[in-house]
C-alpha cells in the first residue's frame, strides 16, 4: 500500500499508521481528522467503529451486511454490496467525501442502550410465561 502511495504521488494526502489500542484519545483525534471512514468487513454485530466515526460526524462508507446494513437502512451512512467491485467502492468513496456529513436525526446507539433494549426483551419474555 505505501508503494502504491508513492507511486501515486499521494503521500501528502494518505496517511498509513495504527493507534495502539490503549490510546482513546489518540483514536478520536485520528477519527476526527479524517474526512471518511471506510468499514468493508464482512461481519459485523454491533459496529462500533462506524458509531464513534459517525459520532465525530465522520462520513462513512461500509458494506451491506450484518451490523453495517441496519445503520446505513437509517440513512446514517452509504453502503456499497459485499462483493463490490473496487472501480464500485472507489466511486463511492470520491462520492462520500464530496457529500456534507450526514448529522444523524436520532441518538446513536450505545452499549447501555443495546443492554437496556435486551433486558426489556427479557422481561417481556418473563412475563408472558
Not at 489518540?26 to 458509531?51: C, F, I, N
Not at 468513496?93 to 456529513?101: I, T
Request: aromatic content about 4%; proline content about 7%; glycine content about 6%.
Amino acid at each position: 500500500m505505501r508503494q502504491l502511495v508513492r507511486a501515486l504521488e499521494l503521500e501528502e494526502r494518505v496517511t498509513i499508521g495504527g493507534v495502539p489500542p490503549h490510546d482513546r484519545q489518540g483514536l478520536a483525534d485520528v477519527l476526527g481528522s479524517a474526512r471518511l471512514v471506510v468499514l468493508l468487513s464482512e461481519y459485523e454485530a454491533h459496529p462500533v467503529a462506524v458509531v464513534e466515526a459517525l459520532a465525530l460526524g465522520c462520513n462513512v462508507l461500509v458494506s451491506d451486511t450484518s451490523g453495517l446494513r441496519e445503520i446505513a437502512n437509517k440513512g446514517l451512512c452509504r453502503s456499497v454490496p459485499l462483493n463490490a467491485s473496487s472501480c464500485a467502492v472507489a466511486k463511492a468513496m470520491a462520492s462520500e467525501l464530496f457529500s456534507p456529513p450526514k448529522v444523524p436525526a436520532a441518538p446513536l446507539p450505545d452499549w447501555n442502550n443495546c443492554a437496556d433494549q435486551l433486558l426489556g426483551i427479557y422481561q417481556r419474555v418473563l412475563v408472558d410465561r
